[in-house]
């Protein structure tokens, strides 16, 4: 199974992107899915999860901007990015635990599938 992503790019500080992630199989079940970023040098930082029931958690950072569900399949998941700022710069990628339970959302350690990755730039 992959986590498959797609959207991204660059885009002016107060513009929107959305980006998109899905499981290349059909049948792929996930717990949680989530979606964190990291910049250059710096630790991955969680951003939002969405359980299997559809209930999003959004990190208070981004929270009032960012908003996220699943897509047309529970094992798909979207995140929509309103309002973008410089500081949102980052490599975007999506996590899935596959696993019966999840301890910790904001934690990497507890997703066994990531996506490719995808970089969004905010900049004039």
């Known amino acids: 199974v992959h986590l498959v992503q797609s959207g991204g790019g660059l885009v002016q500080p107060g513009g929107s992107l959305r980006l998109s992630c899905a499981a290349s199989?059909?049948?792929?079940?996930?717990?949680?899915m989530s979606w964190f970023r990291q910049g250059p040098g710096e630790d991955r930082e969680w951003v939002a999860t969405v359980s299997r029931g559809g209930r999003a958690t959004i990190s208070d950072v981004v929270k009032g901007r960012f908003t996220a569900s699943h897509g047309d399949r529970k094992n798909s998941v979207w995140l929509q990015m309103n309002g973008l700022k410089p500081e949102d710069t980052a490599m975007y990628l999506c996590a899935g635990n596959s696993r019966m339970f999840t301890r910790d959302i904001a934690s990497p350690d507890s997703y066994d599938y990531w996506g490719q990755g995808t970089q969004v730039n905010v900049s004039n």
């Open positions: 199989e059909y049948t792929a079940s996930f717990d949680k």
